[in-house]
């Protein structure tokens, strides 16, 4: 099993920068792939970014150019580094791994961190 838990959420203004990050602890080495998601009120839940094991990263449009995600594997820990924050950018940020038991594939979340950009 894998457990998650996100850091790093907060209040920015617009044009501002903040950094997301995600500690992975338990079956580290079964983990393929992992990512950051954004739920806003009323909307369902995004992809915002994804990264492989071996350091493959996919970026949902609306943040392509903006953020980066990144993976300290010494410290199983993933980073989302947001710059030139936009008050549309505000959601529950959650973090999410998907690893495999056996030849099962799970995908865990963790509980999530607010992040507000004024405007």
């Known amino acids: 099993q894998v457990q998650l838990v996100e850091s790093g959420g907060g209040l920015v203004q617009a044009g501002g920068s903040l950094r997301l990050s995600c500690v992975a602890s338990?079956?580290?080495?079964?983990?393929?792939?992992m990512g950051w998601y954004r739920q806003a009120p009323g909307k369902q839940r995004e992809l915002v970014a994804t990264?492989?094991?071996?350091?493959?990263?996919n970026y949902a449009d609306s943040v392509k150019g903006r953020f980066t995600i990144s993976r300290d594997n010494a410290k199983n820990t993933v980073y989302l580094e947001m710059n030139s924050l936009k008050p549309e950018d505000t959601a529950v940020y959650y973090c999410?791994?998907?690893?495999?038991?056996?030849?099962?594939?799970?995908?865990?979340w963790g509980q999530g961190t607010q992040v507000t950009v004024s405007s």
């Open positions: 338990g079956n580290i080495r079964s983990i393929n792939s």
């Open positions: 999410n791994a998907d690893y495999r038991v056996g030849l099962s594939a799970r995908s865990c």
């Open positions: 990264i492989t094991s071996g350091g493959s990263t």
